[in-house]
C-alpha cells in the first residue's frame, strides 16, 4: 500500500514546456518535502512545505500545501534539459511515519 | 563536508552470501536511515537511529536483515543469507535534528544478488 501516489509516472515534455506533478493521499501529513534524483546518486532535497495551503517558490519551481495537508503539487515553468530526473515528494505522518511517493519519471527533450 | 559516504558503491554476490553495507553520516548529524529503493516498491524506509540507538525497525523486511550503529560515525546493514529478491539499491541518509525534515542521501549502494 502506498500513502503516497504520484501522477504522472512517467513525463516526456520539449524544453520550454510546463508541467504540473501531483502528489496525493487520503492521510494528513505534518510536513512534506520534494525531492529530485538524478541517475546513480541519492534524492537531493527540493524543498519542505509544513502549513496547509503554503506555496513556495524555487526559481522555475513553484511547490504547493493542500490545505488539508493531503496532497500537494510541484509546477515547473519553461522545463529545462537540467529539470529531468525522477521527482519524489515524502511527508512525515501525524503518526510520525515517514513515506516517500511513487515518483515521476521527467525527461526535457531538448 | 564530505557528505554523507557509502561503501561499497557496487556489490555483486551470489544467493547465501553474506553482505555488509556501510554508512558513514555527515559529522554532527544525529538521525541516520536506511532505505532500499526498486522499480517495484520504490522508496522504502527500512530502519533509523537516533543518537546511535534503533528507533523504529519496521521496515526491515525480514530476519535476514539487521542494522547496526556502533558509534556517531559509523553504521552499518547486513543481510544474511543474501537473495536475489534483495537486489536493489540502498540508501543511507542522515540529519540533524530536524529529523525527517532535513535528510541528506548518501549515492547509493547499487546489489546485485545472482
Known amino acids: 500500500t502506498q500513502l503516497l501516489e504520484q501522477s504522472p509516472q512517467f513525463l516526456s515534455i520539449q524544453e520550454g514546456e510546463n508541467l504540473t506533478v501531483y502528489c496525493n493521499s487520503s492521510?494528513?501529513?505534518?510536513?512534506l518535502q520534494w525531492y529530485r534524483q538524478e541517475p546513480g546518486e541519492g534524492p537531493v532535497l527540493l524543498v519542505t512545505v509544513v502549513t496547509g495551503g503554503e506555496v513556495k517558490k524555487l526559481k522555475r519551481l513553484t511547490f504547493q500545501f493542500g490545505d488539508a495537508r493531503k496532497d500537494s503539487s510541484l509546477h515547473i515553468t519553461a522545463a529545462q534539459t537540467g529539470d529531468t530526473g525522477l521527482y519524489l515528494c515524502?511527508?512525515?505522518?501525524?503518526?510520525?511515519?515517514?513515506?516517500f511517493g511513487t515518483g515521476t519519471s521527467l525527461t526535457v527533450i531538448p | 563536508d564530505a557528505g554523507v559516504i557509502q561503501s561499497p558503491r557496487h556489490e555483486v554476490t551470489e544467493m547465501g552470501q553474506e553482505v555488509t553495507l556501510r554508512c558513514k553520516p555527515i559529522s554532527g548529524h544525529d538521525y541516520l536511515f536506511w532505505y532500499r529503493q526498486t522499480m517495484m516498491r520504490g522508496l522504502e524506509l527500512l530502519i533509523y537511529f537516533n543518537n546511535n540507538v534503533p528507533i523504529d525497525d519496521s521496515g526491515m523486511p525480514e530476519d535476514r536483515f539487521s542494522a547496526k550503529m556502533p558509534n556517531a560515525s559509523f553504521s552499518t546493514l547486513k543481510i544474511q543469507p543474501s537473495e536475489p529478491r534483495d537486489s536493489a539499491v540502498y540508501f543511507c541518509?542522515?540529519?540533524?535534528?530536524?529529523?525527517?525534515?532535513?535528510?541528506?542521501f548518501g549515492p547509493g549502494t547499487r546489489l546485485l544478488v545472482l
Open positions: 541518509a542522515s540529519s540533524f535534528a530536524g529529523g525527517w525534515e532535513t535528510q541528506y
Open positions: 515524502a511527508g512525515a505522518s501525524t503518526g510520525n511515519q515517514f513515506y
Open positions: 492521510s494528513v501529513f505534518s510536513s
